[in-house]
């Protein structure tokens, strides 16, 4: 499909504006059409466009003026294309737009369609060399775009992969603990995929019941069961064209693996109560904490569905093992809770960051991110104090006065306390302990292990 694009029209000729703005039109670009350079040079820096169509000789200024003044004050990656016309082509003015950064000119008396195959290849370039720029700026922002921030080895190699396969339309399982970011990488795959324009559906298996995830899944008719009053679409059905994400898989029932297992071999989904088979075209990223090795040695877990959801593995390697990135963590996100809270934050204390480093972070980056939004919500200054800072993120009453984080000794000694507190505030309910400090109930079962608490 041709590529459409925002065009600013500029000719003097009051018929030919108005015939060339017309074939643009209806070839599907966005065209603002003016008689004056002047007004052009006013539109030029109100507002964006892909490209600039200018005739040379025009009574206030020259279309060759007009360029000149474009190139001199944009930036090339922030101007749009250009094209110059001219009923005088004297190979000198052509060749100065060029030289200007002109990418073609037109001379007139020119056909219609000759101007649309010289739109839509300046646009192609356009679109190319946004692209580009997209592209770079990504890897210079170290993906801030998608919260995968690092330069680690292990983080480096993710998002190597990710890159890899968002090009093709394979199965990926994305594994790791809770809070390493399988969902942010997820979006990576689809948003750099050629299916990007079109929906990435995610769906968390462990947080819908059973009895429902089929119905989720699938879509049911009515009358499938009680309380289907109307027909229902699945995600499946709604991501077609484009990327479904099933988070936890690893909970999934035997009977529901079976089905998904038929859905990835066959591209077809049967909703519920229905006599018709959809056909689909979808790309499936599958995500879980669990070992699902493990769990087909176990029998939990369907041996062909493993193989056929693991076409290419992505391992997210846990925080405790990628300490280097904590630094460009921390700065990521003392400046993002700074900018959503309006607080005027500006880093964190040294010894703080040295602290933070140390500790084995069993929530990983959700847990990080959690400390610091809330060091950012209680800090006193610009700088981010011990005082601000408490591990688990227990900025609870009961964890107030807790000591700095300067020695290996002290976070130790923070987090026993922290844990101490937090049961005996929740009466000993191991759930309400671990929703007391922000952290997952896994969390606290790796740190009642760790200190021997009962």
């Known amino acids: 499909m041709a590529h459409r694009g925002s065009i600013l029209l500029v000719d003097d000729e009051e018929k030919i504006l108005k015939t060339l703005s017309r074939a643009l039109r209806d070839a599907g670009h966005e065209v603002v059409d003016t008689t ?7 539109l030029l820096n109100a507002r964006t466009f892909d490209l600039l169509v200018v005739d040379n000789l025009m009574p206030e200024m020259s279309g060759l003026d007009l360029i000149r003044e474009l190139v001199a004050g944009t930036p090339e990656g922030e101007r749009p294309q250009i094209l110059m016309m001219t009923a005088h082509a004297t190979v000198e003015s052509a060749i100065e737009a060029m030289k200007l950064g002109a990418l073609d000119y037109l001379q007139k008396p020119f056909e219609i369609d ?18 580009y720029r997209y592209l770079v700026s990504e890897r210079d922002e170290q993906f801030d775009h998608y919260g995968i921030i690092g330069r680690s080895r292990g983080i480096q190699d993710v998002i190597a992969r990710a890159e890899m396969v968002a090009s093709t339309k394979s199965t990926v399982l994305i594994t790791g603990e809770t809070g390493t970011g399988k969902e942010l990488v997820a979006r990576v795959i689809h948003d750099r995929s050629a299916q990007r324009d079109m929906p990435l559906i995610k769906v968390n298996c462990a947080a819908i019941p059973e009895t429902l995830l089929e119905s989720e899944l699938f879509g049911h008719v009515r009358g499938a069961f009680t309380g289907a009053t109307s027909n229902k679409k699945g995600k499946f059905a709604l991501a077609d064209g484009g990327t479904i994400f099933l988070d936890e898989i690893g909970t999934m029932t035997p009977t529901l693996q079976a089905k998904l297992l038929r859905v990835l071999q066959e591209r077809e989904i049967e909703p519920l109560g229905s006599e018709r ?40 390697p846990p925080l405790r093992d990628r300490r280097e990135d904590i630094p460009a963590l921390v700065e990521h996100f003392v400046r993002k809770h700074a900018q959503r809270t309006g607080r005027h934050v500006e880093k964190i204390d040294d010894a703080v960051l040295t602290g933070l480093q140390q500790y084995d972070w069993p929530g990983n980056v959700r847990e990080l991110e959690n400390t610091i939004e809330r ?30 984080l300067k020695l290996r000794q002290n976070i130790e000694w923070v987090e026993r306390e922290t844990i101490r507190r937090a049961l005996e505030g929740a009466g000993g309910v191991k759930k309400d302990a671990a929703e007391l400090m922000g952290i997952s109930q896994r969390a606290l079962s790796y740190y009642l292990a760790k200190y021997r608490l009962d």
Do not use: C
């Open 277 to 316: 088979i959809e056909t689909i075209d979808v790309r499936v990223i599958a995500a879980t904490n669990r070992d699902l090795r493990q769990m087909v040695a176990d029998q939990k877990f369907q041996e062909d569905l493993f193989y056929r959801l693991n076409v290419i593995p992505i391992e997210i």
């Open 36 to 42: 004056s350079a002047r007004q052009a040079q006013r």
């Open 114 to 131: 000759e101007l649309l195959v010289v739109v839509r290849r300046a646009l192609d370039h356009q679109r190319l060399r946004t692209e």
């Open 375 to 404: 060091a950012v919500v209680l800090s006193q200054g610009s700088i981010i104090s011990p005082k601000a800072v408490s591990v688990l993120g227990a900025a609870t009453p009961q964890a107030t006065g807790l000591p700095s």
